[in-house]
């Protein structure tokens, strides 16, 4: 079962960052409020770059909200990648060895001189 789970391990960080980045896209939302004055400096800078140029303003905004599921994404996968190799490294110990594909290539040095 366990195996199963780690080899989908981007179906499973995709998952993972799916609940975490809803989480974070409601608990930390743009910090643009919708009252008539600014409530903070970083409003009020927000406020300015709106008016300055939009373009800037909607890219600031789709940047926020895109790394807010982007950035779980990096490391539920990192994470789970980790978890990934350290099992394999473990069968390895224990020579039942499913995770051959992980093992580095002999370069063909040898310890017998010739």
């Given at each position: 079962?366990?195996?199963?789970?780690?080899?989908?391990?981007?179906?499973?960080?995709?998952?993972?960052?799916?609940?975490?980045?809803?989480?974070?896209?409601?608990?930390?939302?743009?910090?643009?409020?919708?009252?008539?004055?600014?409530?903070?400096?970083?409003?009020?800078?927000?406020?300015?770059?709106?008016?300055?140029?939009?373009?800037?303003?909607?890219g600031l905004k789709?940047?926020?909200?895109?790394?807010?599921?982007?950035?779980?994404?990096?490391?539920?996968?990192?994470?789970?990648?980790?978890?990934?190799?350290?099992?394999?490294?473990?069968?390895?110990?224990?020579?039942?060895?499913?995770c051959h594909h992980?093992?580095?290539?002999n370069l063909g040095?040898?310890?017998?001189?010739?």
């Open positions: 079962m366990i195996q199963r789970v780690i080899n989908s391990k981007n179906f499973l960080a995709v998952l993972l960052t799916l609940v975490t980045g809803t989480a974070l896209y409601f608990k930390m939302p743009w910090p643009m409020t919708a009252s008539l004055a600014p409530q903070t400096w970083s409003e009020y800078f927000l406020r300015l770059i709106a008016l300055r140029d939009p373009w800037t303003y909607a789709a940047s926020y909200q895109v790394m807010l599921f982007t950035t779980p994404y990096i490391g539920y996968s990192f994470l789970l990648s980790a978890l990934y190799i350290l099992r394999c490294a473990r069968d390895d110990q224990q020579s039942r060895s499913p992980i093992r580095f290539w040095i040898s310890s017998a001189s010739s």
